[in-house]
């Protein structure tokens, strides 16, 4: 940590969940999210989307639910995302309970849109179940019109109160596993509302500043209005939303933090997949050795350590280096092109030589000097693995089947 997170206002205290492996609130680092642009139901493009979001700096991702294919895509998509996925349910209660069924690690509600107390009872309730967290994100251009009615437009008390009333649905069903957003376009309205927020709640605040628009002038209302809170010790992971590339956001959010002081700076970035069902290898061991032995040699590299060659190479296309297993071989790849196949034994050998390659030669060099019979042997590997075990080694098909059970129940 830098010295200068010192200098700041020390952090409030809040409550501590956790979506999926990442630590929202008490002494967990501010974490950094994004969104994804693409329809969920696109499994391989999302999760490529995703990837690259990770490698940007972002630590959990939300993609949008809205439809029962969404649903679908998203069984398939969680077992291979390297970082949390968080449903954005938008109208539709069956669409939270669907997302629960496809194992997120958590949701997003927005009060404005989800309003029938009952419905909001049975998603905390499913929730809680499933030890799920849920985020109450009240957005200003949303807001239920009563509130708006009652204090004259979506001012930060207003917000608050929304918030607020969640929060007691949820109280209702003893569901506390929460946390909050009470965000505005007005960056002035915003920090005035989280301010609020911070005395009200002892519950994470997630930040932002919504429909910012695109950058530069997005970016500066999203660093003036994140960056402020943060200095006063206000919030535990944000998100700037931008109409731009998602790896826009997740990279300003990063590099936000890092001016901060309140994450460290990357040099080597090791990205790594969860290791599904289709693992090959014991993905955990193999990247804690790469990143011990990539470290020492300080370079600016994302790498890659990717369970298996059926999807790894392009899945982590967007990094610089990478590494997945087939048949206890690693099949080497720059910027998910393979480079060369090494025995399992070697992979974190070739993984340390070719990032030193890189950095001395360039990434164009160092594709022109690839095996050329690396990219057939890749091919034949993960067609032996997927004739071995199949396609849904995850059985996200079991997933998908009790959602569509669920659909046929409960039709639009
Ligand atoms: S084992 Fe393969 S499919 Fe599974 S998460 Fe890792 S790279 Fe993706």
Known sequence: ??????L?????????ISVGSVKVGGQAPVSVQSMTTTKTADVEGTLQQVYALAAAGADIVRCTCNDQAAAEGLAL????????????IHFHV????????????GLRLNPGNLRKPEEIRLVAREAKDRGVPIRIGVNAGSLHPDLYARFGGATPEALVESARQELAYFADVDFTDVKISVKASSVATMIAAYRLASETFDHPLHLGVTEAGPPP????????????????????TIRYSLTADPVEEARAGRQLLEALGLRERRGLDLI????CGRAE????????????ALEALDLPLQVAVMGCVVNGPGEARHADLGI????????LFIKGQIIRVVPEGDMVAALVEEAQRIADEGVEARLAARDTGAEAEAAADRAGLLEDRGLDVNRSGERIARIRQRSSKHPD
Do not use: F, N, Y
């Open 77 to 88: 998509i969680v077992p291979r995302s390297p970082v949390p996925i968080v449903a954005d």
């Open 217 to 236: 002038g997005g970016l500066i209302k999203g660093t003036v209005g994140i960056g402020t809170l943060l200095a006063e010790g206000i919030g535990d």
């Open 94 to 105: 069956e669409m939270a309970l669907a997302a629960l069924e496809a194992g997120v690690h």
């Open 1 to 6: 940590m830098e010295i200068s997170s010192a």
């Open 8 to 16: 700041l206002a020390p952090r409030r205290p809040t409550r501590q």
């Open 281 to 292: 290898i014991d993905v955990i061991g193999v990247a804690r050795a790469a990143q011990e």
């Open 272 to 275: 790594a997949c969860p290791s």
């Open 324 to 331: 997945a297993a087939g048949r206890h071989r690693g099949h």
